[in-house]
């Protein structure tokens, strides 16, 4: 249940009033994960923390940015989501072909 898992996660995360609070939240997704963020931030009292989703084509590559108003933010959001997935990639490829030794 991604959605689920989704606020389940970050309600552990913003339950943690010690912890800073970011200024934006980027969820994978479309508008269901956008709005799951949206409410456990809205009940934990953080409505002012924006929420952005990067919407994914049918082969899995990010083309385009959800409720965002900064043409700027989104091109930054897109280069750190290619980053991430290059780095999840060369990882697993090393782990891959060391047979999934750790």
């Known amino acids: 249940d991604d ?4 606020k389940q996660v970050l ?3 913003f339950g943690h009033p010690e912890w800073r609070f970011p200024n934006l939240v980027v969820v994978d997704g479309g508008k269901a994960q ?3 963020a ?3 931030l809205d009940e934990s009292g953080l ?3 924006e929420v ?6 049918e082969r899995h590559r990010p ?4 409720n965002s108003k900064d043409q700027n933010l989104e091109r930054a959001i897109l280069l750190a989501n290619a980053e991430a997935h290059r780095f999840a990639i060369g990882y ?3 782990l891959r072909n060391k047979g999934f030794r750790i």
Not at 3 to 6: A, E, I, K, M, T
Not at 52 to 57: E, H, I, T, Y
Not at 63 to 66: D, E, Q, S
């Open 3 to 6: 959605v689920g898992d989704l």
């Open 11 to 13: 309600g552990r995360r």
């Open 34 to 36: 956008i709005n799951a």
């Open 38 to 40: 949206r409410k456990v």
């Open 47 to 49: 409505e002012m923390i």
């Open 52 to 57: 952005v989703s990067v919407v994914k084509d």
């Open 63 to 66: 083309k385009g940015i959800l």
């Open 92 to 94: 697993h490829r090393k």
